[in-house]
């Protein structure tokens, strides 16, 4: 299983948010790069980049954070948030990212997507599903929509996606576990995903529990930055 340290970006920052709050946002670092970098040091080989002024803009901000951790680092990285363009797509890439999350252009542009998987290959595109209740949000959560998370998968499967991220919004940032429930349903129901689990990790033990359920990777953001999980510990974990 892989383990995906996750660094959220607001004004070139490390920050987290609390369940998708922009008003609810602690800032853990300044230096993102140097956090990137001391995952690395500690034998982690994956992070997960979300740019959240993206998320909220509808367009990619934080272009220099992502560069700099591509290149200042040989961590294998997947970068989220306001990608928009078949260029923003392919600008990335061209910086050293491994794979992009589409998640709100995913629901309101499908076409534009599956051209995207078509073009540049399955491997580099994750589908990214923010839930609450099941049900997909977009736009960096503010927003709600009327897709469920299967209907949203299902639709996708047949168009070759292959690398799906799921976010429980309710359990993000909460300490309070995720939920193994919903990850337990959507392996039953499509086994051939490459499955990677977001939201709520608080303990060592959890991660376990993710890895006997199945999933693919498991991203793991506040339990770092508060303590709860020590970097060291994340690898035996896997």
Not at 37 to 50: C, N
Not at 105 to 122: I, L, N, Q, Y
Request: glycine residues 10%; proline residues 2%; negative net charge.
């Amino acid at each position: 299983m892989k383990i995906i340290p996750a660094i959220d970006i607001i004004d070139g920052k490390c920050v987290r948010l609390t369940q998708g709050d922009y008003a609810r946002k602690k800032i853990y670092n300044e230096h993102p790069v140097d956090v990137a970098k001391s995952f690395e040091d500690a034998g982690i080989a994956y992070l997960h980049l979300v740019d959240l002024d993206g998320a909220k803009a509808g367009r990619v901000v934080n272009w220099k954070v992502a560069e700099a951790i591509a290149t200042q680092t040989r961590l294998k990285l997947d970068f989220g948030g306001g990608i928009k363009t078949r260029e923003d797509v392919q600008k990335l890439l061209d910086l050293g990212v491994e794979q992009v999350n589409i998640g709100s252009m995913a629901v309101k542009e499908p076409d534009t997507v599956r051209r995207w998987v078509s073009d540049f290959g399955k491997d580099r595109i994750i589908l990214s599903a923010d839930v609450k209740n099941e049900m997909i949000a977009l736009n960096g959560w503010q927003e709600n929509s009327t897709l469920s998370i299967t209907g949203f998968i299902k639709d996708y499967l047949q168009y070759g996606i292959e690398y799906v991220t799921c976010t429980d919004i309710s359990t993000d940032g909460m300490l309070t576990g995720p939920n193994f429930e919903l990850y337990k349903k959507l392996l039953l129901s499509f086994p051939q995903l490459h499955l990677s689990a977001s939201g709520g990790v608080s303990s060592v033990e959890d991660i376990r529990e993710l890895r006997r359920i199945g999933v693919d990777g498991v991203i793991i953001g506040k339990a770092i930055y508060e303590g709860k999980v020590a970097v060291g510990e994340l690898m035996d974990a896997a």
